[in-house]
């Protein structure tokens, strides 16, 4: 029998919950969701084998306040999770989750690395425009080609340039199947699921492409592993662009939505080895949670105007999404005086 009662502030700390939505007049608790699902996500009990997808859906808990329910979705959903947090004395489970991202604002949360092989199938605008045209950076490429062999005879730049770009798009193939839908215009495979998921786990943990190379060929010699051989930096920033195609396109998705009826964005600036970057990050309501995603740091060529940056900008937006004029709400910016030139309020 499953038991029914008022909510109480002990919920909180006793069942792992945040409070999620208050009825503005009576203050009576509405809403509360998992701290577990928020910050960590649902485990597969230990030795079980899953035949279909795990969700990672968040639980939210409602009027009739279901404590027994509770209890039993923690001990199913999150077994060695809240086996550590039962262990915890009261005031640990209090910061137990202070200081963790939620799920919803971390990227990985939207690819699936499990299984023998990871398909994609993307979007031509995004691949093309956005990795091709605006992430693309022929100078430093052709700059690192040059240093590796300075016997290089530049014999046509533009050649050169268009070759980088092929290399670099190896990659993504034409979706035959596609139909020519241009929002599943290419595929890409990933053959070496392991391979793929440390090297971005690695680049996560800031480390440059190079390093990630050497430290997946240490890692391989370690373990003998054969499913980890023959990486290289050129592969790592391969993987990386399938990596922001992707995130991009799940951003895309969401600014689709039916639901999703305005977005917004702030901008900011950073430098990094000389490249001025464009930062974008972008907030969007849907099914009672804020998304607060970083977009994307663009490298921002020629001369940081407000033209350069709008035209930049509307681009980026176009590949993105085509309608993104419909639902943009509000702009914000950090005073950066190149964001306040003659082209105000985007
Ligand atoms: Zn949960």
Redesign the pocket.
């Known amino acids: 029998m499953v038991q029914a009662r008022p909510w109480q502030l002990g919920y909180v700390v006793t069942y792992a919950l945040q409070v999620t939505e208050v009825d503005p007049i009576t203050k009576n608790v509405l809403s509360a969701v998992?701290c577990?699902?928020k910050y960590h996500g649902?485990e597969l009990a230990p030795g079980a084998v899953r035949k279909c997808k795990q969700t990672q859906k968040f639980?939210f808990w409602s009027v009739p306040w279901c404590t027994d329910l509770m209890l039993q979705?923690?001990k199913e959903?999150?077994p060695l999770k809240w086996a550590e947090y039962e262990a915890l004395l009261q005031g640990e489970k209090k910061v137990f989750f202070a200081t963790l991202i939620s799920r919803n604002n971390a990227l990985y949360r939207y690819f699936e690395i499990d299984g023998n092989m990871l398909e994609f199938v993307l979007s031509r605008s995004i691949v093309d425009i956005i990795i091709g045209e605006l992430m693309f950076r022929p100078d430093d490429e052709l700059a690192e080609i040059e240093d590796e062999d300075p016997d290089i005879i530049v014999v046509s730049r533009s050649a050169n340039i268009a070759k980088l770009r092929r290399h670099a798009m190896s990659l993504f193939k034409a979706n035959d199947d596609a139909d020519d839908d241009e929002l599943r215009a290419y595929k890409v495979k990933i053959k070496n699921v392991k391979r793929f998921q440390l090297a971005i786990q690695f680049v996560l943990v800031g480390m440059s492409f190079k390093q990630v190379a050497v430290a997946i060929g240490h890692v391989q010699r370690t373990l003998n592993s054969a499913k980890l051989i023959g990486i290289n930096d050129h592969i790592i920033g391969q993987y990386i662009r399938v990596l922001v195609v992707v995130t991009l396109q799940k951003i895309a998705f969401l600014l689709q939505h039916e639901d999703v009826w305005a977005f917004s964005l702030s901008f900011d600036g950073s430098k990094h080895h000389g490249t001025t970057f464009f930062d974008v990050r972008i907030r969007i309501a849907l099914g009672g949670l804020l998304f607060n995603l970083h977009l994307i740091a663009m490298p921002h060529f020629g001369r940081h105007t407000a033209d350069n940056q709008i035209k930049m900008l509307t681009t980026l937006l176009g590949a993105l999404y085509a309608r993104w004029q419909q639902k943009l709400l509000n702009v914000a910016i950090d005073g950066e005086k190149t964001n306040m030139g003659h082209i105000n309020g985007i």
Request: aromatic letters at 0%; one cysteine or more.
């Open positions: 998992c577990m699902c649902r639980k979705h923690n959903q999150h």
